[in-house]
C-alpha cells in the first residue's frame, strides 16, 4: 500500500460534524455580550 | 488559504468589530469544522471541545474593535484554543478519540472505519492532528504550520512519519 492508498482509505471515513445547534447557541451567547457592552456604553455616557 | 479567504476573513473581522453579529456566524461556517476536529484530534472529548469552541468565538466577540486588527482568523482561533486547552488539561486529555462516530451511528459497524479508527487512535497527538488537518480539512504544510506554530517541515515530517505507521497498521488490518 503506498501513501495515496492509505490517504484515499482515511478519506472515506467520515469524521465527526459539527452540531447543529452550536452554531445557533454561540450566536445568541455573540448576540447577548454585545448587547451587554452597548448597555454599559450607554450607562457609562450617562454617568458621565 | 488563498489571499482571497484572507481578504474575505479581514472584511468579517472588520464587520464583527462594528459590531454586526452575522459576520461571526459567518466565521464560524469558515473555521469552525477545521477547529472541532482539531479539537477532537488532540483527544478532547466532544462536549468539550464544544464549550472550547464557544469560549473561542466568544474571546473574537469580546475584542470588540480590536478584531479588527487580527491578521489571521484561523490561527488566532487555533492559539485561543490552545491556551484554552492547557488550561483546562494540566496533562493532554487520553481517553478513547471521538473524531469517528461510535460503531452505533455513521459509520455504523464498518470495519473499515473502525480499523481508521484503531490505526488513528495509535498515533500520537502531534501526528494525528496533521493527518486531519492535511487528508480531512485539505490545509497544506504551511497552512498547517501557521495553524499550530510549528514550522511547514516540522508539519511535513510528522505526516510522513504518521502515514508509515499508518500504512503498516492499515495494511495489517486489509479492508480496503
Known amino acids: 500500500m503506498d501513501d495515496q492508498q492509505v490517504e484515499d482509505r482515511l478519506r472515506r471515513i467520515a469524521l465527526a460534524e459539527l452540531p447543529g445547534e452550536l452554531r445557533w447557541r454561540i450566536i445568541a451567547a455573540a448576540r447577548r455580550r454585545l448587547q451587554m457592552r452597548r448597555g454599559n456604553g450607554t450607562s457609562l455616557r450617562r454617568d458621565t | ?113 473502525m480499523a481508521v479508527r484503531e490505526a488513528l487512535t495509535a498515533l500520537p497527538p502531534e501526528q494525528r492532528e496533521v493527518v486531519v488537518l492535511k487528508v480531512w480539512q485539505g490545509h497544506t504544510f504551511a497552512e498547517i504550520g501557521s495553524l499550530l506554530s510549528i514550522s511547514p517541515n516540522t508539519a511535513s515530517s510528522r505526516y510522513r512519519y504518521a502515514l508509515q505507521k499508518l500504512r503498516k497498521e492499515l495494511g495489517e488490518s486489509e479492508y480496503g
Open chain 2, 1 to 113: 488559504m488563498s489571499e482571497q479567504d484572507r481578504d474575505r476573513d479581514k472584511r468579517l473581522l472588520r464587520r464583527l468589530a462594528g459590531g454586526d453579529v452575522n459576520a461571526l456566524g459567518e466565521i464560524y461556517d469558515r473555521h469552525a469544522l477545521t477547529l472541532y476536529r482539531w479539537l477532537l484530534s488532540r483527544d478532547v472529548p466532544r462536549t468539550e471541545a464544544q464549550d472550547i469552541l464557544q469560549e473561542c468565538f466568544l474571546a473574537l466577540v469580546d475584542r470588540g474593535e480590536r478584531a479588527a486588527a487580527i491578521e489571521d482568523v484561523g490561527g488566532y482561533l487555533f492559539a485561543v484554543a490552545r491556551n484554552k486547552l492547557s488550561a483546562r488539561y494540566r496533562r493532554p486529555p487520553t481517553g478513547s478519540l471521538e473524531l469517528i462516530d461510535e460503531p452505533e451511528s455513521g459509520n455504523s459497524a464498518d470495519p473499515e472505519a
